[in-house]
């Protein structure tokens, strides 16, 4: 087994456990429009890292949060639909990355890898995103946790009991920017966003608690990388849709079996 | 309860609020005293939410000023709950939410509502009542000084409408807890409201539930319905429209609403 077997690898694992509980908040706060928009207009800060060189995870990052910062700016205004705001600003952003990939030739040779992901070109500096990222993204959400579970209760009652919603829902918006940025090398553009929502819909069949889906959506993620590596290696196939491909057999596994189990275990 | 209290638990002072040019809220005065039992009731789209919204500081007001008493704390049951099925949620982890709670002491609200064999169920197997029990037994590990329930029994059957309302009397007054509450119900709440409010978008009316419900400006909103359910005090005090609403008689506004005007029992 080559290194960069063992990098995709690594690489992959640490997007899918920190994509655990942020897919399952994102499952839960119904923000999948929000987190497939965010994606997309990753693409921009993928062109601008490349022609800046300053390195494509900082660069999507940056983007990505400024793109939910400009969002929550203008969603204050009724009388346009949020996502119909989000719309706007991450597409925006998605049409300024595709001119500048127009314009630049080694951004252009490389497009459909940031698309689709290139796991098995993972290197080491990636990896050090990867799992730096990931790991300020946990370390975040474990202090956020209590106030973001409560707010996704009721987000009024929340803020009854004192929790400041619009602090803990800005900070939970970069958590996912980050998540993002490092995972567009594992999965690409396209895809981030069902590497945070299959694995989390799978694990609801199996769970009562709010920890225990993040904790067995992190797993079942784990699962998926691992299958669609070695599906990649086997058939040839490219790993980014291997990956998304295994979690969705996942997914419809845990569909058939999960009625078995709550037959045996009575109602969740 | 004597006056004893010199600060009001909460006040709001010609409250106003506006929405698309129209007032949802048109200089409403209120104040409530510790321990003290208000009820808010109205027609739809009287702007009672709105009004709870104001006092708890979850929007503001367009004009006027709301205090609350330094160091509050408020135990807030909203209209409605809904938690997503997507969620895999408890009663003993709703229960710790915001919470820093003894497990014995979970237990022991829970078991005031008369909730405790719900502990370990999820919440998305609990009926309406048995979820109000939970949010109430929630409210109060929270240790408030202030219950607001908006609207508390929506969705309940009718003999649980009845066992809330006394639950929330009982647990109120064992701790000398304030509540205010949005009610459609006056004649359940009757005996235990110490004052009711009665709004649309002003303050029709305020006082005793005796003479509130007397009132020749909440008949005309509520007709001979509200007044003639629980004792029958039906005396035409309105006429009715062509389409057979209820039009209030000319005389209204026979005292003036005082918003530090406390009736205890």
Same mark, same amino acid.
């Given at each position: 087994m080559g290194d960069f077997i063992l990098r995709a690898a690594l690489g992959g694992i640490g997007v899918a456990l920190v994509s655990g509980p942020v897919g399952s908040f994102i499952v839960w706060r119904r923000m999948v429009v929000f987190g497939s928009a965010l994606s997309h207009s990753a693409l921009l800060g993928v062109a601008l890292g490349i022609v800046w060189n300053i390195g494509i995870a900082p660069a999507a *990052?940056?983007?990505? =949060?400024? %793109?939910?910062?400009? &969002?929550?700016?203008?969603?204050? @205004?009724?009388?346009?639909? @949020? @996502?119909?705001?989000?719309?706007?600003?991450?597409?925006?952003?998605?049409?300024?990355?595709?001119? %500048?990939?127009? &314009? +630049?030739?080694?951004?252009? =040779? @490389?497009?459909l890898s940031f698309l689709f992901g290139d796991v098995l070109a993972v290197s080491v500096a990636d990896l050090a995103w990867i799992w730096g990222g990931g790991l300020a993204v946990l370390a975040v959400l474990a202090v956020i946790w209590r106030p973001l579970l409560a707010m996704t209760v009721h987000e009024e009652l929340a803020a009854v009991e004192g929790v400041p919603v619009a602090v803990v829902r800005l900070?939970?918006?970069? =958590? +996912?920017? #980050?998540?993002?940025?490092?995972?567009?090398? *594992? %999965?690409?553009?396209?895809?981030?966003?069902?590497?945070? *929502? *299959?694995?989390?819909a799978t694990a609801r069949r199996f769970t009562t608690t709010p920890e225990s889906m993040a904790l067995v959506a992190s797993l079942v993620g784990v699962v998926a990388v691992l299958g669609g590596l070695q599906a990649s290696i086997w058939w040839d196939a490219p790993a980014g849709p291997a990956i998304v491909l295994v979690a969705t057999v996942l997914f419809l596994l845990s569909v058939a079996v999960a009625p078995l189990l709550a037959h045996r275990q009575g109602r969740r | 309860m004597p006056n004893a209290a010199p600060m009001p638990l909460i006040e709001g002072v010609g409250l106003t609020v506006i929405r698309n040019g129209e007032p949802v809220l048109d200089r409403v005065d209120i104040a409530m005293a510790s321990g003290e039992t208000v009820t808010i009731v109205g027609p739809n789209g009287a702007g009672k939410t709105t009004l709870l919204r104001v006092l708890m500081g979850l929007m503001r007001p367009h004009s006027g000023t709301v205090t609350r008493r330094p160091g509050l704390r408020i135990g807030y049951l909203p209209q409605q709950v809904p938690i997503d099925p997507a969620l895999p949620l408890t009663v003993r982890r709703l229960l710790s939410l915001r919470i820093d709670a003894t497990n014995e002491a979970r237990l022991q609200r829970l078991a005031e509502v008369g909730a405790r064999d719900l502990?370990?169920?999820? #919440?998305?197997?609990?009926?309406?009542g048995e979820l109000r029990r939970v949010l109430l037994a929630r409210a109060l590990l929270r240790e408030p000084d202030l219950l607001v329930l908006d609207e508390p029994v929506q969705g309940v059957d009718i003999t649980g409408q009845a066992e809330l309302y006394g639950l929330i009397a009982q647990v109120a007054r064992a701790r000398t807890l304030g509540v205010l509450m949005v009610s459609h119900e006056l004649h359940f709440v009757m005996a235990t409201t110490d004052r009711v409010l009665c709004l649309n978008h002003h303050v029709c009316c305020a006082g005793a539930p005796e003479s509130v419900r007397a009132h020749p400006e909440y008949l005309a909103l509520f007709g001979g319905e509200a007044a003639g359910v629980a004792v029958y005090h039906h005396h035409h005090d309105h006429k009715h429209g062509a389409s057979g609403e209820v039009l209030p008689l000319p005389h209204t506004h026979t005292e003036p609403h005082n918003p530090n005007d406390h009736h205890h029992g």
């Open positions: *990052i940056a983007v990505c =949060a400024a %793109v939910a910062v400009i &969002y929550l700016a203008l969603s204050r @205004d009724r009388r346009v639909a @949020d @996502d119909a705001v989000l719309g706007i600003v991450a597409h925006a952003a998605l049409a300024l990355g595709l001119m %500048v990939v127009a &314009y +630049v030739e080694t951004v252009r =040779a @490389d497009l900070v939970f918006m970069l =958590a +996912v920017s #980050v998540v993002t940025g490092v995972a567009l090398k *594992i %999965v690409g553009a396209l895809l981030i966003i069902s590497l945070l *929502i *299959i694995p989390a | 502990v370990d169920r999820s #919440v998305h197997t609990l009926s309406g």
